[in-house]
């Protein structure tokens, strides 16, 4: 359903908009009550559910000067279902719920809605609640509800002399942020990189069906979370510099603004790409090896501190 | 972990703020993996999951000034945990986001939590999971996950010839909101409904062993919501006035401020009471009959319209 194109959230009123919303999603059949009841209920068939939330705030995780409400719909879900991914596991079901400016366009509301059910169809998730509610700044909360196939992978698995390995692409975001954030608008496919990541949503169990023994999903930077696993698992992480190849987009921007090519690839975040540690050097198809877990503490680069931006922090 | 009284959120930081979180919240014995993973992951027993979700925003679903941080946990707590009430369920797990000034207190940010904690217990619910970020306007996003140990009881199975219940306090957290509204402070007792709602946990359980054929949680005004039940269910439902004893509390509140005393208990939501439909009239302990069910569609106040304020909207 369709508003008039300019209509605000609060002209078009809360019930209509909450109608509209709910036709965008489609329920998949694990739903047993789907949106419109006191809650929803579902059908979970192994015996667990795998289950994580994160809040995105206007000007913080996104601007919606630098890409468009489908954009930011996909880029809330990918990073929601990234999280089950890390787990090993494959998401079924999310909540989504919006704190609304009263002068939002509903439009702008409706299409955020297509561009996260879009993504969450990628794994075959559906939307089944959803909160709606006036705010001064715009906010989007997520939780997402998903199952493992086999044993969920921690961040505290990892042991000293498995390798430490990415799957997806990694840095392309970051490269993109810093592009919209200098009011350029290319590399283009930087930029899109930064407005739809491409999180390899198999990875994660197939990671777990080859003995994974540790794993996260890099969404605060790839040495941040690389120490988050260091610290979980009481291992010391190395990666090597010369494990990476700079892809040529990153180099172009990095050349323009001064920046080390690598900074984007160690520092950033985004990508939804996953970072494991495997007992042997046979890793996986789709997964590189870009380091090694010793005994010990910390997170080095060539054995040696980097003194790069190494991740993103919330305060 | 206390923190110094006067240190701020962004001064204790984001790493040592989830820590002093996350030693609050105790786990229960559903929970396989508790936060600080990519993802919680929960041991369902019987085969679903009943799942729900509410943003609230300061300013509008609560005001520091008019409670206390250990009170608006209680209330958002409360709110969700009614939600699963509301389909005959019981809560047993919860993830909980917050968006923060960054010169938030975090002593207030633990106390939340505790009031939280506190609330959930209750129900012997635990907190499985969060997020934090800064922002301008504090907002707080809970999810919900809870089972029933029947069919859960929808608002869309109300029969023509049910008769319509309550039970639970009914508009006096409205009447302790129009006191705090006009700066007042008392009468105390209906203060602290407001800040400490008391919903009737155990209710939703009992109604729908007692073969409740539809049922919804009040929380934007009781109205309103029977407006909810109406509905889904597509009956019209009529509510009698003389079904109300008015609390001495609220009939002091409406003579000071010139409402009509039964307004706030029409109007009001926030305490979280129950409404549900029973198909004779032998309605279960704890409950009372306040209106019937007719085919039909609407709610009517002895069999015509209503002219007072009949709930909250969000836009």
Redesign the interface.
Known sequence: MPFPADAT??EV??FP?IEGLREVFAQGEQV??GP??????????N???????????E???FRREWASAADIGHRAAAANLS??N??G?RAH?L?????AP?DLAAQWALDLARGFAEECGLVGASV??????????L?I?V????A?LQS?V???GAEPGDVLALCGRQGWAAGGLAVLGRGFRSPRVLVEAYRRPEPPYDAGRIAAEAGATS???ISDGLLAEARHLAE?SGVAVDVRRDAFEIPEPLQAVAAATGADPLSFILGGGDDHALLATFPTPGVPDGWSVIGSVAAGSGVTVDGGEYDGPTGW???
């Open positions: 959230v609060s009123g809360e908009l047993l009550v419109g009841d006191d809650a929803a209920v579902l059908r979970i068939r015996g667990h559910v795998v289950v994580s939330t994160d809040l995105l705030v000007g913080r995780h999280d089950v890390a787990m596991g079901s909540t989504i719920a919006m704190a009263r089944v609640g959803g909160d709606l509610t006036s705010a001064d700044q906010m909360a939780t997402v509800l998903g493992c969920p921690l961040r505290s794993m996260i999903d979980e922090t919330h305060f």
